[in-house]
């Protein structure tokens, strides 16, 4: 127990701030039935919405590799709260400006945040527990998503859309100011003096470059968040509009989906540090999240109980991954770089996660049903998980 000791306050630290941040990113969208009509934009910009907050998390984390060094880890996660909060307190405009420019900031806040909790926690980690607590951090993400659905629309109802947006604003504010007395002791490998300019931008693509192994890595995170953002996007429309589902049906099938990646998330870590095989297990998730999207295509007449048992193996496997495969680019990194590494592993997820709605929207529009498209986003990944199923077994030590 004593090896944990160091450890639970940093996860609980950067477990709050991924909830929050990932409650901001989605609250628009669970706003949108509200607000749109007063914001001026139809429903389907939010997936334009959605497509900026990933742009500028892409290009705001390249710099985090510097950002650390220079504010410490913590600090970037303060910042990163404050952007969000920022970014959602501009949805209370209700102008379309405002809406992209919080849109902006929010993305700003989001790109940041996983390298610099990657930094802190492998430094403060035992090394034999790295997939489990990367994998408990990352729940934060699906939590940050139930938080939204469960507590959003009760504050749309007492207050109205612009109070539901500014409570969460507050939130984020809130907690990176509870954060502050976590400064003096997170971040005491900060050198203060480093340079943040155009040249670092450029440091996560020179650690990935130098990492020919974890290329394959990184190209199954492509393809695995398209179709992690491909489920929770299309599910409910495929469910009510081919498959004959009601609404309240398919929300209990997506709220499925969610609650089992979280389980998905905590029981890939603990096995790929049981097993020692990291690249395995996210290859067998990989399959099993290609298997069941596949599956999906014919089960529109399932019995209510199979088909969410196959929703919950597909939610389980397709958002389950991440914390694995953060923990392995960790591992992976050179020293005083997880940072950059991660900046540089997650450009690319984050290029799966505005690729794979827009591609599975095309196939629609040219004629293909939902069951055909969600096969086809399917096979790519099913395919990278084959590949990471051969990952050789480790040398003994």
């Known amino acids: 127990m004593s090896e944990w000791r160091g450890v639970l306050m940093p996860v609980a630290a950067m477990l709050a701030a991924q909830a929050l941040l990932s409650m901001a990113t989605v609250t628009l969208p669970v706003l949108a039935p509200a607000a749109a009509a007063e914001i001026g934009a139809p429903l389907a910009w939010i997936g334009l919405f ?15 590799g510097a950002l650390v060094r220079r504010w410490g880890a913590l600090r970037l996660a303060q910042l990163c709260l404050l952007s969000a909060g920022a970014g959602v307190a501009l949805l209370s405009t209700g102008q379309v400006a405002g809406v992209a420019a919080g849109a902006v900031l929010m993305g700003m806040g989001y790109g940041p945040l996983n390298p610099a909790s990657s930094h802190l926690l492998n430094r403060v980690s035992p090394p034999r527990h790295l997939s489990k607590i990367f994998s408990l951090k990352q729940t934060g993400v699906p939590l940050g998503g139930v938080l939204a659905g469960a507590l959003l629309p009760p504050l749309v109802l007492w207050g109205g859309w612009r109070v539901a947006a500014l ?7 809130l907690l990176a100011a509870a954060l502050q007395p976590l400064r003096a002791g997170f971040d005491v490998d900060r050198t203060p003096g480093t340079r943040v300019g155009l040249g670092s931008l450029a440091e996560p693509a020179r650690v990935a470059l130098a990492d020919r192994a974890g290329r394959p890595l990184a190209l199954s ?9 491909c489920l929770g996007t299309y599910l409910v429309a495929y469910l009510t509009a081919q498959q004959g589902y009601d609404l309240v049906q398919a929300g209990l099938t997506l709220a499925v989906t969610q609650g089992a990646g979280i389980a998905g998330r905590l029981l890939s870590g ?26 999906s295509a014919f089960a529109g007449h399932w019995p209510t109980p ?3 048992l196959l929703y919950a193996v597909f939610g389980a496997s397709a958002i389950g991954w991440n914390g694995v495969y953060l923990a392995e680019v960790a591992r992976r990194a050179p020293v005083g770089a997880v940072s950059a590494a991660t900046a540089a592993a997650l450009f690319v997820t984050f290029a799966g996660v505005l690729a794979g709605p827009p591609a599975f929207s095309f196939m629609l529009q040219s004629g293909l049903s939902y069951g055909a498209a969600f096969v086809a986003v399917a096979a790519p990944a099913l395919l990278c998980g084959l590949v990471l199923l051969r990952s050789p077994r480790p040398a003994a030590g």
Not at 50 to 64: E, K
Not at 221 to 229: D, G, I, R, V, Y
Not at 278 to 293: D, K, S, W
Request: contains cysteine; proline residues 2%.
């Open 50 to 64: 959605v497509a900026i907050i990933y742009a500028s998390s892409m290009a705001c984390g390249l710099a985090s």
């Open 167 to 173: 409570c969460v604003a507050g939130a984020c504010v």
């Open 221 to 229: 995170s492509f393809f695995f968040a398209a179709l992690q953002l």
């Open 270 to 295: 603990a096995l790929a540090d049981r097993s020692g095989r990291p690249r395995v297990v996210m290859g067998a998730m990989g399959c099993t999240m290609g298997a069941c999207a596949i599956a």
């Open 306 to 308: 199979l088909l969410l």
